[in-house]
């Protein structure tokens, strides 16, 4: 079964512009997370989906694939979808070109549910609220699950409520990624679902599909995922590369 990783990127960030060239100790951003990508062994290909030349540019630059898409997208989700329909493949994994610290594994566990159950649609990646600040944090997504491991809601805001958690102390607080695995039908399916009000209001494009009544796996992971929304991450990014084992492995691609 084939499975391809397209990693979405654009330049016009409000929170961050032009973070996808920023460099990270003499690379660019997406480039770091183009190669960490490009080594998951379940990966048949990856491209990098952009509305920006300067974007392609860089990565066929360094011998990687890209394909323009529109400009118009307000999800990313959208914009994978977009580039999806010019590849054959069975399953899409959406990568975030924010991640400059992706690791392999994390992107085999998302991609393993969906090779063992054929009726799963889709998976969405988790891991653990880290602290107070992190769980207070609009700029990180909070999701809670079902029994089944199925998404219920995603909110900016603490959930579940932060006053109430001590008394059931099997539920824990989860944070999404960011990071998403599709069977092709589906996400044409999801991108012609029209936008719903509480993923405009969160601004978080996997309220679409729950909001229609489809189901998403939570897949959960203790490996750290490290996101840069904004330019104070960067040191901390540059930081935790230096000590990366996986750095040193595609430098040389």
């Known amino acids: 079964m084939k499975v391809i990783a397209i990693i979405p990127a654009r330049m016009a960030s409000s929170r961050f512009p032009g973070k996808p060239l920023k460099p990270i100790l003499g690379l660019s951003m997406i480039e770091h997370v183009r190669r960490r990508v ?3 062994s379940m990966l048949d290909d ?3 989906a952009t509305c920006d030349k300067e974007i392609a540019d860089e990565v066929e630059r360094y011998g990687g694939k890209a394909t323009m898409t529109s400009g118009s997208h307000e999800s990313c989700v959208d914009r994978v979808a977009e580039a999806a329909l010019r590849f054959e493949a069975k399953i899409i994994l959406n990568v ?3 991640m400059p610290l992706i690791l392999p594994e994390v992107l085999e566990s998302l991609v393993t549910p969906l090779l063992q159950e054929e009726d799963l649609l889709c998976a969405d990646m988790m891991g653990p609220v880290e602290d107070e600040a ?3 944090n609009i700029n990180v997504v909070k999701v809670v699950q079902d029994m089944s491991g199925n998404a219920i809601y995603y909110s900016r805001e603490p959930i579940p409520s932060f006053n109430m958690i001590a008394s059931e102390p099997k539920v824990s607080r989860y944070k999404q990624f960011g990071i998403n695995a599709f069977r092709r039908s589906f996400l044409i399916t ?3 679902l029209p936008r719903s009000p509480l993923e405009r209001i969160e601004s978080v494009d996997m309220l679409r599909p729950l909001e229609h ?3 998403i796996r939570m897949v959960s ?3 750290p995922v490290v996101g840069v929304d904004l330019p104070g991450d ?3 990014a540059e930081e935790m590369m230096k000590k990366d084992a996986i750095y040193p492995q595609y430098m040389d691609i």
């Open 234 to 236: 960067m040191e901390k």
């Open 134 to 136: 992190e769980f207070q």
């Open 96 to 98: 975030q070109g924010d």
């Open 38 to 40: 490009t080594l998951c």
């Open 213 to 215: 009544g489809y189901k």
């Open 46 to 48: 990856v491209i990098v």
């Open 221 to 223: 992971t203790q490996y």
């Open 190 to 192: 999801f991108t012609n």
